[in-house]
């Protein structure tokens, strides 16, 4: 059986974009950084939401794209995407 790296006490918080409304548009995760839900909050909860979750922030790039070719590429889409671009 393969070892795990997947710590629960780890909390990440990727922030995507700043609505021009104030909000603040971002993607939370726990264990792992790649397995996220994607959050909306004004600012003063997104800041008390962080402090509460002892979260590491991640620079908003993420890591290459997986093979496009690959048989699960089709998954590979997160909801910010979803609304800004069109898919085949």
Not at 8 to 29: C, H, S, Y
Request: aromatic share 10%.
């Amino acid at each position: 059986m393969a070892e795990s790296n997947f710590d629960i006490t780890r909390k990440f918080v990727r922030v995507m974009r700043t609505l021009p409304n104030g909000l603040i548009e971002f993607e939370f995760a726990v264990g792992d950084p790649d397995v996220a839900a994607e959050l909306v909050m004004p600012k003063a909860a997104f800041d008390e939401f962080c402090a509460a979750n002892q979260v590491e922030l991640l620079t908003s790039e993420k890591a290459a794209p997986p093979d496009a070719n690959a048989s699960d590429a089709d998954f590979h889409w997160n909801l910010h995407q979803a609304t800004h671009q069109r898919f085949r």
